[in-house]
């Protein structure tokens, strides 16, 4: 058979075989929840989501790696795939991430010479076949217009790839060659900021062996990578040997590189070349990673895949991603369409992506705690996220506790961002603060040193760093004394970027709320007085007579957050900038930002997580706030796809209207939140947006930072979570449930068969377990929710 016939079938049978995997999901009646997971949702259209093989919370993510939007790795954009690597973020914007020393693969080089290949990323790409790619979690296939298969699974620490070879061609083009595949191990990174490495090969084995130190994507400093790549013996080796520039060579078995001026790097790595083999052959490569040293990186592989086993490993990734997603259920009676099954357990999952176990890999310094990284970042994480983690898997999210306090222990500070082993830089206030609050009011408590963690939350609220930008907070002079951040701060003790004063003020009001909860828990009075005065400061860049228009018309609203200088007066920042209807991209970490970080004032007005009752009052009242939190989600000032919108849609529970939170939630999903590869709004931040929709759909969203769940009907019949720590179920069912979603407002409720009034829970019913139950009518409710003492707590009831 012709190497083009051989092509065209094989691009045929990848078609069928994309097609039938479709259809199974489509009519897939099981009730496992990994059944509906679709890993490519949010791979396209700035999603960056990660698509490859991986396990809950992983350190390896293995994932081809195309040339353009490549943030997560792989992107349903078409771009052809420049190498497998093997170890990347989710959902992250601005610049790639990881990706490091990718393999490349060729069937074979022209002319049958080594030099007949090519070794530079940039030219080397290959298209992939239409239909071909097949994702679910832990396994990830592709086929390449190549002639190659590339199934790739996981390990906690291993990436795993079988390459099967149907034909020997490159792009479009057949090449006058045997099959004779060549493995590339390349010195590099996505985002191409390696300072310098080495590699070698094995020339008895083909094992390509290396390290590299490189940069992290959003934050300061370097970290060291290694990798240890191993083949499945079995096939003849007929040459190893290094390549540098567009060059390769069998001699020397070594290279090392050093920082220079090429930009990118000079591409360089080592090859193992294979000798000739049948079509249908295929090849399996496993790739060990490790942050201390190649020999850990080897020894994690072998201790992880000792057998090379595709099928073994991809069952026990399997297998534990089903274990993880057991804990919840959900009752799909009446649906006919799979979709919002799809969503749902689409964004469970990618919900559990990061932050990472990197636990045994830090050589930062020594110590018998628990490692997670990938806090990318905390700014966007706390929001959804490790509310959502405690809910499911409260023994990780206990490790990621325990993490933060070590880091505090070790570095001096709580992260805000952090990655790759570096610090991450900080975009707002010290928002590990409200992830240690969440947890410490939610009982996570199992060997968490919460002595170590208070101190660390005093030291971000009074000390203040000689560098903020990437730990603790500015401007705590300033905050002291006058209450607000000013926007032409005085701040002679540390340095940062003198910007978002209105974003830094309101989040340094919150963040010392939530240490105001744990001083009181504690019994340390002064503290918890100290802490609660505080949190008040937002209303102090409050302007009651600022006004707004939205290109030229007046909103009717009067009332925004302003900039404030050090002499008490007001600055102006246009209560709409840095929205979807005035320059949207103009309130970044940058020297020329703005008085808001990526939201606008109209926006940051609503941030008074812990004090709504005074922030209704401040604004006019409840029926005047009701209509300002209409006009934020009718007039497109709202951006779903920036975390800060998540809470105002459950805002509405404030002035005694659940029901219109629950029309918010419903006017977003599936509008935003979709099947498609585009099927998110924005980037999906390590898996903010999956949480948000998970917990929206569970009709269950968090205050976080506060023990506080808000109840707005579930888009299921019933749904039921399983404490892993207790092993008590929560579940929560409907009375006149229906799939058009006509009957989404509670009209009544009742909590283990007796009346309940209140529109939130708190945690302890996930804890205890018990049953809520919710009867829905087609009109909103005028009693259930609406009494003062029905509405969640603020810090000053109205």
């Not at 898997?393 to 790759?420: A, F, K, V």
Request: proline share 5%; hydrophobic share 30%.
């Amino acid at each position: 058979m012709s190497t083009r016939l051989f092509l065209l079938c094989f691009v045929v049978a990848a078609s069928c075989q994309s097609s039938a995997n479709r259809f199974r999901r489509a009519t897939n009646s099981s009730s496992s929840g990994y059944d509906f997971v679709d890993p490519l949702i949010g791979t396209r259209n700035g999603g960056h989501v990660f698509a490859g093989a991986t396990l809950p919370f992983g350190m390896a993510k293995a994932v081809p790696d195309v040339t353009s939007d490549n943030q997560g790795g792989y992107a349903s954009n078409g771009s052809p795939v420049s190498g497998f690597s093997h170890m990347h973020d989710s959902g992250t914007g601005g610049a790639s991430s990881l990706a490091n020393f990718p393999i490349f693969v060729y069937p074979g080089c022209t002319n049958d010479t080594v030099n007949g290949c090519i070794f530079p990323k940039t030219k080397r790409s290959v298209e992939i076949v239409d239909g071909s790619v097949s994702a679910r979690p832990g396994y990830f296939s592709i086929d390449l217009q190549s002639g190659i298969r590339a199934e790739i699974t996981a390990a906690n620490h291993t990436a795993l790839y079988k390459f099967t070879f149907f034909g020997n061609a490159t792009g479009k083009a057949t090449v006058d060659a045997p099959l004779s595949p060549l493995f590339i191990a390349d010195l590099t990174d996505l985002p191409d900021t390696r300072q310098n490495g080495s590699a070698s090969v094995d020339p008895d084995t083909g094992r390509m062996t290396g390290n590299g130190t490189f940069n992290p994507s959003f934050g300061t400093g370097t970290y060291n990578l290694h990798f240890c790549a191993d083949f499945l013996q079995g096939n003849p080796i007929r040459e190893t040997g290094v390549f540098v520039n567009n060059r390769a060579g069998s001699d020397p078995k070594s290279i090392v590189v050093g920082k220079d001026n090429n930009s990118p790097p000079l591409p360089a790595g080592t090859y193992t070349w294979f000798d000739k083999v049948e079509e249908g052959t295929s090849i399996t490569v496993r790739v060990g990673l490790s942050f201390k040293s190649v020999d850990q990186a080897c020894n994690n592989a072998q201790t992880e895949i000792p057998d090379f086993d595709f099928s073994k490993t991809l069952t026990t990734a399997e297998e534990i991603w089903k274990d993880k997603l057991s804990v919840l259920s959900i009752d799909t009676t009446g649906f006919e369409d799979t979709s919002l099954q799809t969503i749902f357990w689409s964004g469970v999952y990618r919900a559990m992506l990061s932050p990472q176990d990197y636990t045994g890999e830090n050589y930062l310094w020594e110590s018998d705690e628990p490692y997670y990284d990938s806090w990318y970042c905390i700014w966007d994480s706390f929001r959804s996220i490790h509310s959502f983690i405690t809910l499911v898997d409260p023994y990780s999210q206990t490790l990621m506790i325990r993490s933060l306090i070590d880091i505090y222990r070790h570095e001096g500070w709580l992260p805000d961002c952090r990655m790759s082993l570096c610090k991450g830089w900080t975009q707002g206030g010290s928002n590990a603060d409200v992830v240690l609050a969440d947890a410490y009011l939610k009982n996570l408590t199992q060997d968490v040193d919460w002595e170590t963690g208070y101190e660390a939350l005093i030291k971000d609220a009074e000390e203040e760093p000689p560098v903020w930008d990437y730990e603790g907070r500015g401007g705590l002079n300033s905050w002291k004394k006058y209450g607000y951040i000013p926007a032409d701060d005085y701040d002679p003790i540390g340095q940062g970027l003198f910007t978002r004063s209105i974003s830094r003020t309101v989040e340094y009001a919150y963040n010392d709320f939530c240490i105001s909860e744990i001083a009181k828990a504690l019994g340390k009075q002064d503290d918890y007085e100290k802490y609660t005065k505080r949190s008040g400061n937002w209303i102090n860049l409050y302007n009651k007579d600022q006004k707004s228009d939205v290109k030229g018309t007046d909103t009717g609203f009067t009332g925004f957050l302003q900039p404030k200088y050090l002499n008490g007066t007001w600055g102006y920042q246009d209560p709409t900038l840095c929205s979807s209807v005035n320059s949207f991209d103009s309130c970044y970490l940058n020297p020329g930002g703005h008085e808001t970080y990526e939201g606008s004032p109209w926006l940051y007005t609503f941030f008074a997580p812990h004090d709504m009752a005074s922030l209704i009052t401040t604004l006019g009242g409840p029926d005047t706030f009701i209509s300002r939190l209409d006009y934020l989600h009718e007039s497109d000032i709202l951006y779903v796809g920036d975390e800060q919108a998540f809470l105002t849609i459950f805002q509405y529970h404030y002035a005694g209207r659940p029901g219109k939170s629950a029309e918010r939630v419903h006017y977003y999903i599936p509008s935003q939140f979709n099947t498609t590869t585009a099927g998110i709004p924005g980037n999906d931040d390590s898996g903010a947006m999956g949480s948000f929709v998970a917990l929206a759909m569970l009709g269950i969203f968090p205050n976080p930072g506060q023990d506080v769940y808000f109840i707005t009907a579930p888009f299921f019949p019933s749904v039921s979570i399983t404490n892993r720590m207790t092993g008590n179920t929560a579940t929560i069912k409907t009375v006149n449930f229906d799939t058009a979603y006509k009957n989404i407002y509670i009209q009544s409720a009742k909590l283990d068969g007796k009346e309940y009034t209140k529109s939130y829970l708190t945690h302890s019913f996930f804890l205890n377990g018990g049953t809520l139950e919710l009867t829905l009518g087609e009109k909103e409710s005028t009693t259930w929710g609406t009494g003062e003492e029905d509405l969640p707590p603020s810090l000053q009831q109205s």
